[in-house]
């Protein structure tokens, strides 16, 4: 038996393994209630962002959580998986939230401002920034090989959601109010405060989370008397959501 190997006890003629613990961490835990997997991801946005992805190493990241390289490789295959585990993250509970939505009996309006009102508590409650990452370069170019699925899937669904209301606006039944070409401002409107995220304080980051679901709607034409009841609705919406809210 090697000195590694776990010990056998008999206890009643049945085999009990009494396991070796682990290998203690070289520094206490940051936040007593995150997960090693979080503590990778938290210390690894930090380290891209001052540092750039191709100038940080997984050792580094390791040794900022306070854990063996070994350890890191437990959680992820290698650095690129780690950004990507990032990127998505900006992106996938904001996805989850519109999946829901398409099951819920509400109107095209309604679900426009809910899932604006929720993208934006994902970006401005972002715990690790992590939205920033996309202002460096060469993590930026790492998102555009991955294909930017989760965040395709995400600017569809606005789309979907924006020429639902803007044929509510229209005269004419199937036309819209706004011209097609102008259905994608809805989109860059919302994930612009990323960067107005990067330069305000909490007051402007209320700001946002108040005026800029409601600019949505009119830019699409929704009658500025109608705004204040669809935000109530949508409100109540996203109160009722079973998923996870965003983390904080």
């Known amino acids: 038996m090697t000195a590694d190997a776990p010990v056998p006890l008999h206890d009643d003629e049945r085999t009990v393994v009494r396991r070796r613990p682990g290998r203690p961490r070289s520094a206490p835990k940051t936040a007593p209630d995150a997960s090693t997997r979080d503590e990778i991801l938290d210390a690894a946005a930090r380290l891209f962002a001052q540092q750039g992805y191709e100038g940080t190493t997984t050792r580094q990241i390791a040794e900022l959580v306070g854990i063996k390289q070994a350890s890191l ?15 998505d993250g900006t992106v996938s509970p904001s996805v989850s939230f519109s999946d829901w939505l398409r099951g819920i009996q509400a109107g095209p309006e309604v ?43 995400l600017q569809s669904r606005y789309l979907e959601l924006a020429r639902e209301t803007a044929r509510l606006g229209s005269t004419t039944p199937g036309a819209l109010s706004v011209p097609e070409s102008d259905l994608v401002l809805i989109f860059g409107l919302v994930e612009s405060i990323v960067a107005q995220r990067y330069w305000g304080g909490l007051s402007d980051r209320a700001a946002y989370a108040a005026t800029v679901p409601r ?29 996870a809210a965003p983390r904080r």
């Open 73 to 87: 490789y437990y959680h992820f295959a290698d650095k690129s998986s780690i950004v990507v585990a990032l990127l």
């Open 111 to 153: 679900k426009l401002y809910a899932l604006a009102a929720y993208d934006l508590d994902v970006i401005l409650n972002d715990p690790w920034s992590m939205h920033e990452l996309y202002r460096i370069p060469d993590v930026a170019a790492k998102e555009e090989e991955s294909g930017r699925v989760e965040l395709t899937v």
């Open 215 to 243: 600019g949505c709607l009119r830019l699409l034409g929704v009658p500025e008397q109608a705004i204040a009841g669809v935000a109530g609705e949508a409100g109540r919406l996203i109160a009722s959501y079973p998923g």
